[in-house]
């Protein structure tokens, strides 16, 4: 308790400080614990003076039931308009990003080694049935060996078109898949190409007649090698999950994923339709999805009855609602201690905050009005309460509707977690969608380091839009810098180059100036030029362009490296040469586009890298992925034209600019 008293000379108050507490003249301290008033009555003038008796008669929850509805995702479409059967035994992040895989050679080789191992396995317990027909294993490795090898080209300069010298100079100059070649060629088999090879012959795979037509195989254990082959090809296709027949949801020309999946309704209504145009984040949740009304009964809407049977279901839970707490909320009790971590009288809130005076509000007079009722929900599962019947503790019972009942598009109305919907169902129906959906994803996934990365920026000084390959594969399971990796080849091209096709040109004596048409850039800076869109006259998109390489005395285009940006690209491994080796892979089959707004000023970067995790049922799922992000501005390639520079007395260009 302070007094204070006014200083008449300096006007100054004086204050006083006395302190109040209990003085207990006994040895026992219950008394005093009990914090005991004196007159119990000026309590209940308190109570009278916060309006406490006057009651409202409002009752409380006591018992509840809720009638559920569930359903789950059984199709899924993907970009191209594929359907087929999704059933969980994946995530569905891992169904919708998994990319097709370009196999290193420490995977290639690693799967020769699990040959090898799945075929001296077997041959432990062979029994031969001709005395003296023995299975030699270290015969029979180098047998494989030979016919799935791994080996560098050598380079013909005579024989070699450009398009082919160019193919081989790109595996030579990369020095650690030289090394590794060099190292494993005539070791161990290739067991991507040993896979491919029993893939070709059916199903069930046989052994192939290059292997079973050489003097070193038997007849004789022709059956435990064929076990073998069959363990194989089931731990590689388990080792990694990759698109049946290179059907994925990359939307190429948006840079990230488009796919839709659908689940069947109750009372043989067309399946709900869910679509997802623009996932590049690599956390798939429910906000990803628009619910799509605008079906016609067929593809995903299309119904079927024997999976509405299966996967519709409706219950009836009986439970008592608890109070929903949070922390620092105020205790229903007048007496009872409340928590002082989170202080909510201390709250500070302009007239302007009208969220932070919402939250105080809620937290201090309505809290006590909330209540929880546990539903355990499957993931993959689309839930919708139909409502919930709740007794109070006067013996009435209330029938309550799920909330946002009206139109979606009413600003006035509040809901939570229900489904966007598109613009065509917006015009079909204005009611609100109120189910909730839990996709089948994960929580956490392991993620390696990028092997491919591209950033698409934007160059103002030259007008146009660029592809910066930042990381390409390096075939060792990693991803190399593309910017050494441009500068490698290049240095190797300029070994390669003829002698007899270089033609130095002179430089007069006394010149100072020369004019150059055009420089070059890296060859890991992939061109996009405008071009308007089909029918239109200001719209346009970037189509992807290519830079010339002057090399043997001829102009050829160079072609990205990465994936990401090869599509439309030629990719007939028929034509291969070697491994690594194809140069149909410059041919370009058809045009490439990127929309305009996907390049936007501050740029973006694609990123693909090997994902892992572990799935509820306990299995390990790899995948190949892509990823979308933030990049960090502008760029500047240095690309000019019609330059003019200074050449110094010995006859060298000096690249310095002329005024």
């Given at each position: 308790m302070a007094t204070s008293h006014l200083d008449y000379e300096t006007c100054e108050p004086f204050r006083s400080w006395n302190r109040l507490e209990s003085r207990p003249r006994r040895s026992e301290f219950d008394e005093v614990l009990k914090a005991s008033i004196h007159d119990p009555l000026w309590m209940l003038t308190r109570q009278w003076q916060f309006g406490e008796f006057q009651g409202e008669d409002t009752a409380s929850a006591v018992f509840a039931k809720i009638m559920m509805e569930t359903t789950r995702v059984n199709k899924f479409q993907h970009r191209d308009g594929t359907i087929s059967n999704y059933d969980e035994s994946v995530p569905l992040e891992t169904f919708v990003e998994r990319m097709p895989v370009l196999y290193d050679l420490r995977f290639r080789a690693r799967a020769g080694q699990h040959w090898l191992k799945f075929l001296k396995n077997k041959s432990l317990i062979y029994i031969p049935t001709t005395p003296g027909d023995n299975y030699d294993h270290t015969l029979l490795q180098k047998v494989f060996a030979s016919l799935f090898t791994l080996e560098l080209p050598v380079i013909d300069h005579d024989n070699d078109n450009t398009a082919l010298q160019v193919a081989k100079a790109r595996l030579l100059s990369n020095k650690l898949a030289h090394q590794a070649i060099s190292g494993l060629g005539g070791r161990t088999p290739d067991g991507v190409a040993w896979y491919e090879a029993l893939k070709k012959t059916g199903n069930p795979v046989s052994l192939p007649a290059a292997l079973t037509g050489r003097p070193e195989w038997k007849t004789a254990f022709t059956t435990f090698a064929t076990e073998a082959a069959n363990e194989f090809i089931t731990w590689f296709e388990k080792s990694h999950e990759h698109p049946a027949n290179t059907n994925d949801s990359w939307s190429p020309s948006n840079l990230e994923y488009s796919f839709g999946c659908s689940m069947p309704n109750k009372g043989g209504a067309d399946n709900s339709v869910l679509e997802a145009k623009a996932y590049y984040s690599g956390t798939l949740d429910w906000y990803d999805f628009n619910l799509n009304l605008d079906t016609d009964g067929t593809g995903l809407s299309k119904k079927d009855a024997a999976a509405e049977a299966a996967l519709v279901k409706t219950e009836i839970?009986?439970?008592?609602?608890?109070?929903?707490?949070?922390?620092?909320?105020?205790?229903?009790?007048?007496?009872?201690f409340e928590d002082g971590s989170t202080d909510l009288g201390n709250i500070t809130a302009e007239t302007t905050n009208i969220a932070k005076i919402l939250l105080a509000q809620f937290a201090l007079m309505y809290s006590n009005d909330w209540f929880v009722v546990p539903y355990s929900v499957a993931a993959g599962a689309v839930s919708e309460v139909k409502g919930i019947l709740v007794t109070d503790n006067f013996g009435e019972r209330t029938w309550v509707e799920p909330a946002g009942q009206g139109d979606?598009?009413?600003?006035?109305?509040?809901?939570?977690?229900?489904?966007?919907?598109?613009?065509?169902?917006?015009?079909?129906?204005?009611?609100?969608?109120?189910?909730?959906?839990?996709?089948?994803?994960?929580?956490?996934?392991?993620?390696?380091?990028?092997?491919?990365?591209?950033?698409?920026?934007?160059?103002?000084?030259?007008?146009?839009?660029?592809?910066?390959?930042?990381i390409i594969p390096d075939l060792m399971g990693g991803g190399q810098d593309g910017n050494a990796a441009a500068q490698e080849l290049s240095n190797y091209l300029k070994k390669l180059e003829r002698d007899d096709l270089i033609t130095p040109v002179p430089i007069p004596e006394g010149v100072k100036l020369s004019y150059r048409l055009g420089n070059t850039v890296p060859e890991n800076w992939i061109p996009f030029l405008p071009t308007h869109l089909p029918g239109q006259n200001r719209a346009i998109q970037l189509q992807r362009a290519s830079m010339p390489r002057w090399f043997n005395k001829a102009f050829s285009q160079v072609r990205p490296r990465t994936a990401i940006l090869r599509e439309g690209m030629n990719s007939n491994e028929a034509a291969a040469v070697q491994l690594y080796v194809n140069p149909a892979d410059e041919i370009q089959n058809s045009p490439y586009y990127i929309f305009d707004e996907e390049a936007p000023r501050k740029g973006i970067v694609v990123e693909?890298?090997?994902?892992?995790?572990?799935?509820?049922?306990?299995?390990?799922?790899?995948?190949?992925?892509?990823?979308?992000?933030?990049?960090?501005?502008?760029?500047?390639?240095?690309?000019?034209?019609?330059?003019?520079?200074?050449?110094?007395?010995?006859?060298?260009?000096?690249?310095?600019?002329?005024?």
């Amino acid at each position: 308790m302070a007094t204070s008293h006014l200083d008449y000379e300096t006007c100054e108050p004086f204050r006083s400080w006395n302190r109040l507490e209990s003085r207990p003249r006994r040895s026992e301290f219950d008394e005093v614990l009990k914090a005991s008033i004196h007159d119990p009555l000026w309590m209940l003038t308190r109570q009278w003076q916060f309006g406490e008796f006057q009651g409202e008669d409002t009752a409380s929850a006591v018992f509840a039931k809720i009638m559920m509805e569930t359903t789950r995702v059984n199709k899924f479409q993907h970009r191209d308009g594929t359907i087929s059967n999704y059933d969980e035994s994946v995530p569905l992040e891992t169904f919708v990003e998994r990319m097709p895989v370009l196999y290193d050679l420490r995977f290639r080789a690693r799967a020769g080694q699990h040959w090898l191992k799945f075929l001296k396995n077997k041959s432990l317990i062979y029994i031969p049935t001709t005395p003296g027909d023995n299975y030699d294993h270290t015969l029979l490795q180098k047998v494989f060996a030979s016919l799935f090898t791994l080996e560098l080209p050598v380079i013909d300069h005579d024989n070699d078109n450009t398009a082919l010298q160019v193919a081989k100079a790109r595996l030579l100059s990369n020095k650690l898949a030289h090394q590794a070649i060099s190292g494993l060629g005539g070791r161990t088999p290739d067991g991507v190409a040993w896979y491919e090879a029993l893939k070709k012959t059916g199903n069930p795979v046989s052994l192939p007649a290059a292997l079973t037509g050489r003097p070193e195989w038997k007849t004789a254990f022709t059956t435990f090698a064929t076990e073998a082959a069959n363990e194989f090809i089931t731990w590689f296709e388990k080792s990694h999950e990759h698109p049946a027949n290179t059907n994925d949801s990359w939307s190429p020309s948006n840079l990230e994923y488009s796919f839709g999946c659908s689940m069947p309704n109750k009372g043989g209504a067309d399946n709900s339709v869910l679509e997802a145009k623009a996932y590049y984040s690599g956390t798939l949740d429910w906000y990803d999805f628009n619910l799509n009304l605008d079906t016609d009964g067929t593809g995903l809407s299309k119904k079927d009855a024997a999976a509405e049977a299966a996967l519709v279901k409706t219950e009836i839970l009986t439970v008592i609602p608890s109070e929903a707490r949070f922390g620092g909320m105020p205790n229903s009790r007048w007496w009872e201690f409340e928590d002082g971590s989170t202080d909510l009288g201390n709250i500070t809130a302009e007239t302007t905050n009208i969220a932070k005076i919402l939250l105080a509000q809620f937290a201090l007079m309505y809290s006590n009005d909330w209540f929880v009722v546990p539903y355990s929900v499957a993931a993959g599962a689309v839930s919708e309460v139909k409502g919930i019947l709740v007794t109070d503790n006067f013996g009435e019972r209330t029938w309550v509707e799920p909330a946002g009942q009206g139109d979606a598009n009413d600003w006035t109305g509040w809901t939570m977690f229900n489904f966007t919907k598109t613009s065509a169902s917006e015009d079909k129906t204005g009611k609100t969608d109120p189910r909730i959906y839990i996709p089948p994803v994960m929580s956490k996934v392991q993620e390696s380091k990028p092997l491919e990365s591209v950033e698409i920026i934007r160059d103002e000084m030259a007008n146009m839009v660029w592809g910066v390959e930042a990381i390409i594969p390096d075939l060792m399971g990693g991803g190399q810098d593309g910017n050494a990796a441009a500068q490698e080849l290049s240095n190797y091209l300029k070994k390669l180059e003829r002698d007899d096709l270089i033609t130095p040109v002179p430089i007069p004596e006394g010149v100072k100036l020369s004019y150059r048409l055009g420089n070059t850039v890296p060859e890991n800076w992939i061109p996009f030029l405008p071009t308007h869109l089909p029918g239109q006259n200001r719209a346009i998109q970037l189509q992807r362009a290519s830079m010339p390489r002057w090399f043997n005395k001829a102009f050829s285009q160079v072609r990205p490296r990465t994936a990401i940006l090869r599509e439309g690209m030629n990719s007939n491994e028929a034509a291969a040469v070697q491994l690594y080796v194809n140069p149909a892979d410059e041919i370009q089959n058809s045009p490439y586009y990127i929309f305009d707004e996907e390049a936007p000023r501050k740029g973006i970067v694609v990123e693909a890298s090997w994902q892992r995790t572990r799935w509820y049922n306990g299995k390990t799922i790899v995948w190949y992925g892509r990823r979308k992000k933030t990049s960090r501005g502008e760029g500047a390639s240095g690309l000019v034209f019609d330059e003019v520079i200074y050449v110094d007395y010995a006859g060298q260009e000096a690249l310095v600019p002329a005024d």
